[in-house]
Nanobody
């Protein structure tokens, strides 16, 4: 089991940057594939990025490719999402999640953080 706590959200202008962090508890963090998801008001939760067991094998939704970077530090039990060139459509609550599968489907993730709000103004 792993507990996840996100931080780093906030209000940013379009074109700006934010870095989200996800702190994981427990000694099994390195055994989980990790992902970032987001949910805007009135919309379903959607995949943003995922990463393999090591700091490799990454994948992104098309709309964030080239702007967002997912990374992890297994020694510190940390997951990150660097978000550059932010757009108003990136506004959402962002969640980190852990899975035993390398997947982009929210249903494959068993453990979730509480979420952190990201708001991008135009």
């Amino acid at each position: 089991q792993v507990e996840l706590v996100e931080s780093g959200g906030g209000l940013e202008q379009a074109g700006g940057s934010l870095r989200l962090s996800c702190a994981a508890s427990g000694r099994t963090f390195s055994r989980y594939f990790m992902g970032w998801f987001r949910q805007a008001p009135g919309k379903e939760r959607e995949f943003v990025a995922r990463i393999g067991l090591r700091d490799d094998n990454t994948d992104y939704r098309d709309s964030v490719k080239g702007r967002f970077t997912i990374s992890r530090d297994n020694a510190r039990n940390m997951l990150y999402l660097q978000m550059n060139s932010l757009k108003p459509e990136d506004t959402a609550v962002y969640y980190c999640a852990a899975s035993i599968f390398l997947s982009t489907a929210p249903s494959h993730y068993d453990y979730w953080g509480q979420g952190t709000q990201v708001t991008v103004s135009s």
